[in-house]
């Protein structure tokens, strides 16, 4: 998942993007300003923006509004020092998704962006199944068929966003796209290194392909249920 | 004190006035009433006695006598009456005549008051001539005679109180009505007054709005008290609403420093570190806390420095150039470490009238604003100007400079030029809040013009005497804003 963060106080920023990037795990980009975040939401996939109200260049509604405008769907978080009635009510009908106020537990910031992320790909539980497979989005882990299994951050981060859109195909691009944020180098071999490992990892003794690779179109998380061990 | 009615005092002065006056009235009338009285009465007196003088007649005696023959008069009853020849011998009386009367109106023609036994009476005399045996050809004897005529002043009187019971109740009607018209003729006029104070009840701290009824405006009286309390107001309330600014951007202020302080200890205790990672996050917090203070510290100077100071016992001379040459010093390592040039041009004996710790803020605050807004390579220039009555010094840079649309804006709170870079070093966006009362405060003032691409350049003027020295009231200071 990769989250943007629109927040002129450096400080809060980046201690947001830390809490993301340790906790779930998440890609975090940081806009200093409106103009900067209104251009990134625009072109980068983004699973989530986290949006302050009182900004320079650009204020904090006026990007909400702007993003909407252009059909950008990835659900807003707004930060928001005031959180007198009415402008709340303003701010969800301009197309706001959430709100926190100022000041914020860090700890319900993270749970608020996991589950609004969770929603906007039309996942309702934070345990997902997909067939045999559990992936507990709370716990980071993954069992299947019952057995946890090992995996690294980036191969659970990989699962965990393919099984957000379970039998859906998702392009090499688009993982890269919402697994790393500007700070990393992107290779697509390390991606395709990255699913052999998760698929290796998955079948341990099975024949049962989890990950299907579409040549020149991307991956697809199939559902597979195990029969019983005889 | 009891507060008092304006409109029954009112009622109760004109209707005391009135009450006087128809006293006054009453008086004169019942004295011309008396007057006119006593003349019908006299008149009566003399018609009566005119008939008695007819009825003296020839008595036909030896002596040519007269004699009275009151038969065929119809004179009332209980009238006193007498005739005297004049040979003083009652020729003829009424049966009740006595002599006393005769004393009493005594021998003038005109009426006389006076008291028998317990009833009062007014009479006169009236001397006429009798003349009787007239024959074709000669003429008769004349016989002189003196008729007393008395009568009882009881209608008199009976006239009298009934014109003054007229009087008094006309004129207590009068005042009756005078009375209620002026009640309703008052509170009609009064009206606009409660008009307005109701208006004026409604203002409350939630709803400082003001606005006078129209009827208070077109009474002349109120006019003037609608638009003083119209105009006082409304500057309350800009005064107000510049306050709430104040602390709703103070409150946004403090809740993003708590923010952030927050988020940073919870991000350190959201699990399990190193010694070098808890070090390092608690330097950060240690940092995030100054950054608080220093905005806690800059709320609490601008707030001291926008009280309105009526005697500045604290302001004091300061020598400018010692105060600037200091701040200099202090700039030093921070020019140093920017890469900007420091060029300092203070002249000889400049002083000006502000406390020397304000006047290090201001140049402090300014010199800080242009050595971070000037890039490395670059200059920042401070000098000093004395002209007649205003010391002046300016703080130059050539750094980015502030665009045209954000020159007006600069010296608002909380408001930052260029918010990334301000942020970064710490800015609130209350420091040229503060030159600006500071500058103020001191009866100065302050100016920032500024080209993008070549520099920006603040100059504060302040007064160097007495003399030119202005405290500014708060409410002015605000009203700029």
């Not at chain 1, 319900?108 to 969770?118: D, G, N, P, Q």
């Not at chain 2, 709803?207 to 003037?224: I, S, Y």
Request: aromatic letters at 6%.
């Amino acid at each position: 998942m990769r989250v943007l963060i629109v927040e002129d106080e450096e400080r809060l920023a980046e201690n947001i993007a830390a809490a993301l990037r340790e906790g779930p795990g998440y890609a975090v980009d940081i806009a200093g300003d409106g103009e900067t975040g209104a251009y990134l939401a625009e072109r980068g996939e983004y699973d989530l923006i986290i949006l302050d109200l009182m900004l320079p260049k650009i204020s904090g509604p006026d990007v909400l509004q702007r993003l909407r405008k252009k059909g950008q769907k990835a659900p807003v978080l707004v930060l928001t020092a005031i959180t007198s009635k009415a402008s709340i009510v303003e701010l969800l009908n301009s197309g706001a998704d959430d709100y926190v106020g100022k000041p914020f537990d860090l700890g319900e910031l993270v749970a608020r962006v996991k589950a609004l992320i969770r929603r906007g790909k039309g996942v309702s539980h934070p345990l997902i199944r997909v067939g045999d497979l559990e992936v507990d989005t709370v716990e980071r882990c993954v069992r299947c068929g019952g057995v946890e299994v090992e995996l690294s951050p980036t191969e659970y981060r990989i699962l965990e966003y393919l099984s957000h859109r379970p039998s859906a195909i998702v392009s090499k691009e688009s993982l890269l796209e919402h697994l790393y944020d500007f700070n990393w180098e992107r290779h697509s071999n390390v991606i395709e290194a990255h699913v052999s490992n998760l698929r290796r990892k998955l079948n341990r003794g099975g024949e049962e392909l989890w990950i299907e690779t579409l040549r020149g179109r991307g991956y697809r998380l199939t559902a597979v249920v195990r029969e019983a061990q005889p | 004190m009891k507060p008092y009615s304006l409109t029954r005092r009112l009622v109760v002065t004109v209707l005391l006035v009135e009450l006087m006056l128809a006293a006054a009235a009453t008086g004169l009338a019942l004295l011309y009433e008396r007057q006119q009285n006593l003349h019908a009465f006299d008149l009566m007196l003399r018609g009566r006695a005119d008939s008695l003088l007819g009825a003296v007649q020839d008595a036909e005696d030896a002596g040519d006598n007269v004699m009275l023959d009151p038969k065929a008069l119809d004179l009332p009853r209980g009238d006193l009456y007498g005739v005297r020849n004049e040979s003083g011998r009652v020729v003829g009386s009424s049966s009740n005549w006595n002599h006393a009367v005769e004393q009493a109106v005594g021998e003038q023609g005109s009426g006389r008051n006076f008291r028998l036994g317990k009833k009062w009476y007014r009479g006169l005399a009236l001397h006429g001539v009798r003349q009787i045996d007239i024959g074709d050809q000669k003429p008769g004897i004349a016989r002189p005679v003196v008729i007393f005529y008395a009568s009882s002043l009881k209608p008199f009187w009976a006239a009298m109180s009934h014109a003054a019971k007229f009087l008094v109740i006309s004129n207590f009607l009068i005042l009756l009505f005078t009375a209620g018209t002026l009640f309703i003729l008052l509170r009609r006029g009064m009206a606009p007054l409660q008009e307005l104070a109701g208006a004026a009840a409604g203002i409350s701290s939630n709803a400082l709005q003001f606005r006078a009824p129209p009827d208070a405006f077109a009474v002349q009286e109120l006019a003037v008290l609608a638009h003083a309390l119209e105009s006082a107001m409304s500057r309350l309330e800009k005064a107000f609403v510049q306050q709430q600014i104040f602390v709703h951007d103070a409150a946004h202020e403090l809740k993003t420093a708590v923010t952030i302080i927050k988020s940073s200890l919870q991000l350190l205790t959201s699990r399990k570190r190193t010694a070098a990672e808890y070090e390092r996050g608690l330097e950060l917090c240690l940092s995030d806390c100054a950054r608080m203070e220093d905005l806690v510290q800059k709320l609490l100077l601008l707030a001291r420095v926008e009280q309105p100071r009526e005697e500045q016992v604290t302001a004091s001379e300061t020598n400018l150039n010692e105060c600037l040459r200091e701040v200099a010093e202090q700039m030093e390592p921070l020019a140093t470490v920017r890469g900007v040039k420091l060029a300092v041009n203070l002249e000889e004996s400049a002083t000006a009238r502000i406390a020397f710790d304000d006047c290090a803020t201001l140049a402090t605050n300014l010199m800080v604003n242009a050595l971070q807004h000037t890039p490395a390579g670059g200059i920042v220039m401070l000098r000093v100007q004395a002209s007649r009555g205003m010391t002046s010094f300016r703080v130059e840079d050539s750094g980015e400079g502030i665009p045209k649309e954000d020159l007006p804006r600069v010296f608002d709170r909380f408001y930052r030029g260029d918010p990334s870079r301000s942020r970064n070093t710490g800015g609130a966006g209350l420091g040229l809040a503060i030159c600006k009362a500071l500058a103020e405060g001191a009866g100065g003032q302050i100016e920032i013009t500024s080209e993008v691409g070549r520099g920006t350049i603040a100059e504060v003027t302040l007064p160097a005497s007495d003399e030119g020295r202005i405290t500014r009231p708060l409410q002015e200071v605000l009203s700029d804003r």
